[in-house]
């Protein structure tokens, strides 16, 4: 992820063979950039975790709600495709991670000189505590003050005063509108639909003094279910100089009978501040097809409210 301080890519697209082929053209030091996944790999895809986990770039990941279909909630069991008894996928995953997984977790990147920061993983978004078992038994955790606690471990923890925070929803205060970047866009339309132990951890640390540039997620589709005539705003940023990226392009692959594209995201930090945003689509010879600039997408400032 990182150019003269560095250049960061938040990725969106499950396929790991093609990071590598792509990033090869314009990256000369691999070890200065650094690869985010953002989670939902698929509904407990152990074969695309299990290939990122393969990834020999720098990497953290956070698992969303579909990394956990078929075991968080009761609907979602009673589809599931294999034996509950015998095996159990979710920890699988985690297992394949490792130290990449960043859920209630941080992972230090020296050769960068920051620390991400994991927001609550699995996390389905609101303001709503949901999954009480999961959370309960998968982590021994009740409620948003004691996953606010988890993460702000994490930051205490960090060997860095530079964080980058992931999460799989984006914090509360970042849906105004249902076109916001974490507004509710399905019936009933409209409130914030963010994370708030997340937006609250993100204030402590700003609070403590350490320098945020990138915070990033996914879960929210750039498409709105709710209109066509445009797509969601992607990139946010707050009086402190934080920039919030959601990297929810979906569809993630776009198939004609000639072409296949993926799209990335790819964030250029310099100075511990946010340069650059783009979003990049790389097509099956992995040469890219087409950038869009987010920059022009950046909502006014405003500070997130803690409420927790
Ligand atoms: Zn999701």
């Known amino acids: 992820m990182l150019s003269s301080s560095y250049e960061g890519s938040i990725l969106t697209d499950p396929n790991c063979r093609l990071l590598g082929g792509s990033r090869k053209r314009r990256e000369p030091e691999p070890s200065r950039h650094q690869n985010a996944r ?10 695309v975790v299990r290939s990122i986990a393969g990834l020999s770039l720098p990497k953290a990941a956070i698992f969303g709600n579909h990394d956990a279909w ?8 009673k589809k599931c495709p294999y034996d509950r008894a015998t095996e159990d996928w979710v920890q699988l995953q985690m297992e394949l991670l490792g130290d990449a997984d960043v859920g209630y977790s941080k992972r230090d990147f020296p050769q960068l000189g920051l620390t991400v920061i994991g927001g609550r993983p699995f996390s389905w978004g609101g303001s709503e505590w949901k999954y009480e078992a999961f959370y309960r038994d998968r982590y021994g955790v009740h409620n948003f003050a004691e996953s606010l606690a988890r993460i702000k471990q994490a930051v205490d923890d960090a060997a860095f005063d530079t964080l980058i925070f992931m999460g799989h929803c984006g914090p509360t205060g970042l849906g105004d509108t249902p076109e916001s970047p974490c507004g509710r866009d399905w019936p009933p339309i409209g409130g914030d639909f963010g994370d708030p132990d997340l937006a609250a951890a993100i ?51 776009v198939r004609t009978a000639a072409h296949c594209a993926r799209n990335f995201s790819i964030v250029a930090l310099e100075r511990r501040q946010v340069q650059r945003t783009l979003l990049t689509w ?10 869009e600039d987010l920059s022009a997408d950046v909502a006014p400032s405003k500070s997130l409210q803690a409420l927790i």
Not at 70 to 77: I, N, S
Not at 282 to 291: N, P, T, W, Y
């Open 38 to 47: 953002a989670g939902d790999f698929g509904n407990e895809a152990v074969a």
């Open 70 to 77: 078929y075991t968080a909630t009761p609907w979602g069991r």
């Open 203 to 253: 204030a402590y640390a700003q609070q403590q003094g350490k320098t945020v540039p990138l915070v990033t997620f996914g879960h929210m589709h750039h498409a709105l279910r709710h209109r066509q005539d445009r797509q969601r705003q992607r990139l946010s940023r707050d009086d402190q100089g934080t920039v919030y990226l959601n990297a929810a392009c979906v569809p993630r692959i």
């Open 282 to 291: 790389v097509d099956q010879r992995h040469a890219i097809v087409s950038e």
